[in-house]
């Protein structure tokens, strides 16, 4: 096994090491635990420090006193202090009940022993604490773990995801976000158990999904895990193992999807957009007499059905909207006309445009290699003649047109709807090259317009 560089002295700020001297000399013990010591072990600035401590919730507010403090979580133990400008949780050291919702533990017991606190935690990369006078506190081999790229459990899986079904998906997004493999055991409690996921809430399923696909390693765990992902979009069921007969596709269709997804940028609209984007092919596919598959308005189909699936999945509507914009697009054979483009530009806008660039250089990547440079060469084209539309400035929409509203308002335009409909008349004169984009020609043209109406 490959091992991984990592870095064995962790550099404290200095809010955290107030925060641990504070609690030391008021006779307590204090780590920093967790993230932001897998992070800092592997070299990488932690977002934030989280701390766990002997001292009790009403101890921790005695101490910092003299500091703003939340006390949200305290029934679990934890008071957040403001320091700084800066919000730090501090965690008493406690032993969880049972998990009777699959989040909370039913009951929490106090501990004033730091081993009782890192056994309860999901993985041993994360059950790790750290103070600068007793170093690094590792009961669980996480150290270990993390040199060498492992995801695996405290203690036995089948009990840690009984306990939150939440850490079958958090498993899955470390492996992708980190790179790391799932150990066996681990690996295997996660197939077993999936269905414990369908008892998770939505939101919570939504923010561990956009991390890891956006993570380097996120093609692997979509296919190894696919009946994971599964659970909670069943709809992806119908691309596992759908042959194409396409001699566009040499890949069944969920691996067409996967590779799609990984030759995209690691963002979550471009990642979504791939993971969905052919969703809708096996309700739109028919065959001609050659044996050849054909897929009219998978992307219509496709669109809608992605539409459900992210409102399920509690996603803002701004987003949904724009991510099935892309889906109904993404297979329009653009080309490189001036025109034709401007018309896109228009109706579309410049971000959705070249949004679009980027998908279609991932799907055709995913694709087999049948007139594979002949598409790439086009949609450089494409691309290319795109920015050179945007960076120079030419008129493709109302707001790059030389007269407005209050313009033809003056000419003897009155009517709402009117002054709309002549300004996308004069918007398709320009784009279409009969007009220029110039204020007079334009108003002239209006008032003819007008004056053979009347």
């Known amino acids: 096994m ?3 560089w990592w870095i064995m002295e962790i550099k404290l700020p200095q809010n955290a090491e107030l925060i641990i001297d504070k609690l030391r000399n008021s006779g307590y013990s204090c780590y920093a635990v967790g993230g932001c010591v897998r992070d800092s072990l592997r070299g990488v600035k932690p977002h934030d420090w989280d701390f766990t401590t002997s001292a009790q919730p009403d101890e921790i507010e005695r101490v910092f006193s003299d500091y703003r403090t939340i006390t949200v979580g305290k029934r679990y133990g934890t008071v957040a202090v403001l320091i700084g400008g800066e919000l730090y949780e501090i965690t008493t050291y406690r032993i969880d009940g049972e998990y009777s919702d699959s989040r909370h533990p039913d009951e929490v017991r106090f501990s004033d022993r730091i081993q009782d606190d890192l056994a309860r935690r999901d993985f ?4 790790m604490a750290y103070n600068p006078y007793d170093g690094l506190i590792d009961f669980y081999g996480g150290a270990q773990d993390l040199s060498f790229g492992v995801i695996r459990c405290v203690g036995e899986p089948r009990l840690r995801f009984e306990e939150d079904a939440l850490r079958i998906l958090r498993a899955l997004r470390f492996a992708a976000v980190l790179g790391f493999t ?20 939505y939101e919570r399923i939504r923010e561990e999904l956009l991390k890891l696909l956006c993570g380097e390693n996120a093609g692997f765990i979509l296919r190894r895990y696919r009946k994971v992902i599964a659970v909670f979009i069943p709809e992806l069921k119908g691309t596992f193992d759908f042959e194409q007969h396409s001699e566009h596709h040499n890949r069944d269709l969920y691996r067409h999807t996967i590779a799609a997804v990984n030759n995209v940028e690691p963002e979550p609209l471009l990642r979504v957009t791939m993971l969905f984007h052919d969703i809708g092919k096996p309700l739109a596919q028919t065959t001609d007499k050659r044996g ?33 914009d892309l889906i109904r697009w ?5 080309k490189p006309e001036t025109v034709m483009l401007k018309g896109y530009l228009k109706r579309l806008g410049a971000d959705a445009m070249q949004k679009l660039m980027l998908i279609q250089r991932a799907d055709i990547l995913a694709q087999s290699p049948f007139k594979r440079e002949e598409k790439l060469s086009n949609l ?15 008129c493709y929409s109302l707001r790059q047109l030389a007269v407005n509203g209050s313009d033809l308002l003056h000419i003897g335009i009155g009517s709402g709807v009117q002054i709309g409909q002549t300004l996308d008349a004069l918007l398709d004169k320009v784009i279409g090259g009969a007009l220029p984009n110039e204020k007079e020609s334009l108003l002239s043209y209006a008032k003819n317009m007008i004056d053979n109406i009347d």
């Open 124 to 127: 041993t990369v994360n059950a």
């Open 380 to 394: 450089s084209a494409v691309s290319e003649e795109l920015n050179r539309i945007i960076t120079s400035g030419e």
């Open 292 to 324: 050849v598959c054909h897929y009219r308005g998978h992307q219509q189909l496709g669109a809608a059905m992605t539409r459900e699936i992210l409102r399920r999945l509690c996603m803002p509507s701004v987003f949904i909207d724009e991510v099935c």
């Open 2 to 4: 490959k091992k991984i």
């Open 330 to 334: 993404h297979d329009e054979r653009f």
């Open 182 to 201: 799932i150990e066996p055991e681990t690996s295997d409690a996660i197939l077993n158990q999936r269905k414990l996921l369908s008892g998770i809430a």
